[in-house]
C-alpha cells in the first residue's frame, strides 16, 4: 500500500490533508475546524449540537427580554441622572447585573443564542431613548450605557 492511499482529509475542507478526529463523532477535521473544550477536540456540529441544549427560548422570549431590558435601562438611566459620575461607574454594573437578572427570571430562566444581543440591544435602545427625551447625549450617558449593556450581555453567556 502507499503512502497516498492512507491520507485523510477535512470533512468541511476536502483540500486539506488531517489525521485530526472529532473525538465524539470521529469525523476528519483540520485544525480551522477543531474546537478545544475541556474534553478533547471536537468539530463544530457536535459542538453546536452540544449548544443547542442549552437553548430553549422562544421569539416570544426574545420580546420579553427585550422589553425588560429596555425598561429596566430606563429606569437605570433616570437613576443616573440623579447621581453624581462616580456613582453612575460603581452602580452600572449590579443594575445592569439586576436587570439581566430580572429579565433572566421572567422568562422563565430560558434563553436562546441571541438572548445576550437581544438584552444589550434592549439595554442601548432604552437606555438612550430615555437619555435622548429627557437629558440629551453625553460622554456620561454613553459611558453608563455601555457598562450596562456589556454587564448584561455578559450575564446571558452561556460557558460550555
Known amino acids: 500500500m502507499n503512502a497516498m492511499s492512507d491520507a485523510t482529509f477535512c470533512a468541511r475542507h476536502p483540500d486539506r490533508e488531517t489525521g485530526l478526529r472529532c473525538n ?3 469525523r476528519f477535521m483540520c485544525p ?3 474546537v478545544q473544550t475541556p474534553v478533547g477536540y471536537r468539530c463544530r456540529e457536535c459542538v453546536r449540537e452540544q449548544e443547542d441544549r442549552f437553548f430553549s427560548g ?14 429596566g435601562a430606563g429606569l437605570a438611566q433616570l437613576l443616573a441622572g440623579l447621581l453624581p459620575s462616580i456613582f453612575l461607574i460603581l ?3 449590579p443594575l445592569g447585573g439586576g436587570i439581566a437578572t430580572l ?5 422563565g430562566r430560558r434563553r436562546g443564542r441571541w438572548s445576550g444581543v437581544v438584552a444589550a440591544t434592549g439595554v442601548v435602545a432604552g437606555s438612550l431613548l430615555f437619555a435622548l427625551t429627557l437629558s440629551g447625549l ?3 450617558t454613553l459611558l453608563f450605557t455601555t457598562i450596562l449593556a456589556v454587564t448584561v450581555y455578559g450575564r446571558y453567556r452561556v460557558r460550555i
Open 138 to 140: 453625553g460622554i456620561r
Open 32 to 34: 480551522a475546524c477543531a
Open 58 to 71: 422562544t421569539s416570544g422570549d426574545y420580546a420579553l427580554v427585550f422589553a425588560i431590558s429596555a425598561v
Open 24 to 26: 465524539r463523532c470521529d
Open 91 to 93: 452602580l452600572a454594573i
Open 103 to 107: 429579565a433572566l427570571q421572567l422568562s
